[in-house]
């Protein structure tokens, strides 16, 4: 059986600039140099381990709210107050939470940029 690893999460926008900007200054995400390849400008954007490929591709709107499909991507932060304050400092919309689960973790989401959701997670 084939073993796996999760590669990255792609983020399309109509403002690169922006998208990369906001995972920055919320999370202080870095950043490789954009380049340029069909039309789109790409920048590969680093929250830890996570990689998010942030793209200016041609796209349609999306509600934010539940649906099928990938709905959101949770985060791990080993200081969760520290990470709701510089949320909430940089003015980013907390949508839920902060909510302490009866899983043991404690949990709130926040809009990112194009109504991309994100979980912050910490185990508690």
């Given at each position: ?6 590669n990255?999460?792609h983020h ?11 995972y920055?200054k919320v999370f202080?995400?870095?950043?490789e140099p954009?380049f340029e390849?069909g039309g ?9 381990d996570?990689?998010?490929m942030?793209t ?8 934010l709210?539940r ?20 949320i ?5 919309h907390i949508?839920?939470g902060?909510t ?16 991309v959701?994100?979980?912050l997670m910490?185990k508690?």
């Amino acid at each position: 059986m084939p073993t796996y690893t999760l590669n990255h999460l792609h983020h399309e926008t109509r403002d690169v600039d922006s998208a990369v900007a906001f995972y920055q200054k919320v999370f202080g995400a870095a950043s490789e140099p954009p380049f340029e390849r069909g039309g789109a400008t790409w920048v590969r954007v680093h929250l830890g381990d996570v990689a998010i490929m942030v793209t200016n591709r041609p796209c349609t709107d999306n509600a934010l709210g539940r649906y099928q499909g990938l709905d959101h991507f949770g985060v791990m932060t080993d200081d969760f107050e520290a990470t709701i304050a510089a949320i909430q400092k940089e003015g980013a919309h907390i949508w839920f939470g902060p909510t302490k689960l009866d899983t043991g973790m404690r949990i709130a989401f926040v809009s990112g940029p194009d109504n991309v959701k994100i979980e912050l997670m910490e185990k508690v």
